[in-house]
């Protein structure tokens, strides 16, 4: 099976499914409920628009990264969210619908921010001056993946609220069994990649997301937002747009190089992000025990 036919078709398809899944769980109340309290969305967006892209050059410049590396990691940091935050969000009781909301609004600020950041990167790693236009069509691409299989399962559920109740578990049973098959193509598909740069800037990139899921998940928490929306909002700054970050890479820079801590942070995000909804299932068992 070629590796185009998966990133094209069956991963997409694979997150509409789930994203259906989750739909099932939402109301229009939980929305207005993030509409209402509007800290969350800005304490979220402001880690994702300034700390992030801070913590991404620091750690370029720390590392020593070679220049078309370091552009790569001020590229994916610029990078909204993925789709699959809203799922591990959703696996360690986060509160999916702030996600979804981030995931949207970064999602539309990144067709004016992402240029920016990644001219900058340009110029200052690589002394080169290049126009990169804004990414419409994979934003479009992105909120067609999120939002229209989320709007189907909430109106499943405000029509038939038994038959979404009933399907609540088996698809979260399913989310972690298809989450697994995504994290093994994704290896499968970038193993050459993984084996060629990993030691040059892995530890970088698992810095980085290390650094961004805590930095996600302290902040909210200091700000005495609740523990839900702090875990989403970890999961959104910790899990990125790789897909993005690479069509970029390669199609607007054609430069393969800057694809590759996409690639890797790619592959690393899927496991931490695991580890750290393990840990706060097992936290939130242990101190609310059922």
Not at 60 to 85: C, S
Not at 128 to 136: A, G, L, S
Request: positive net charge; charged residues 10%.
């Amino acid at each position: 099976m070629q590796s185009g036919l998966i990133s094209n078709l069956l991963l997409p398809l694979s997150l509409g499914i789930i994203m259906l899944g989750l739909g099932l769980s939402l109301t229009v109340a939980d929305f207005s409920r993030v509409v209402r309290l509007p800290k969350a969305v800005f304490v979220g967006l402001t880690i994702q628009m300034v700390i992030l892209t801070m913590v991404a050059f620091i750690i370029a410049l720390v590392f020593k990264l070679p220049p078309e590396l370091a552009v790569g990691i001020l590229l994916l940091a610029a990078a909204p969210g993925g789709a699959t935050a809203n799922i591990y969000s959703h696996l360690a009781h986060g509160d999916v619908a702030l996600n979804i909301t981030l995931t949207a609004i970064n999602s539309a600020l990144s067709l004016l921010t992402l240029p920016f950041i990644i001219s900058f990167a340009l110029q200052y790693f690589m002394a080169r001056d290049q126009y990169v236009p804004p990414p419409f069509q994979k934003i479009i691409e992105v909120g067609t993946i999120i939002l229209l299989p989320v709007v189907i399962g909430m109106s499943v559920r405000k029509w038939a609220a038994g038959f979404a109740a009933k399907m609540e578990k088996p698809i979260k049973i399913f989310s972690v069994i298809l989450l697994a098959l995504l994290v093994a193509v994704s290896v499968w598909q970038s193993w050459d990649i993984l084996v060629k740069y990993f030691a040059v800037v892995g530890l970088a990139c698992l810095a980085f997301n290390l650094v961004s899921m805590g930095v996600g998940y302290a902040v909210p928490l200091a700000v005495k937002l609740p523990q839900k929306q702090a875990i989403a909002i970890a999961m959104e700054i910790g899990i990125h747009n790789g897909t993005l970050a690479i069509f970029i890479a390669l199609n607007v820079l054609n430069n393969t190089a800057i694809s590759v801590p996409a690639a890797i942070y790619s592959l690393i995000m899927f496991v931490t992000a695991g580890f750290f909804a393990w840990w706060l299932n097992r936290r939130q068992t242990f101190i609310r025990p059922d």
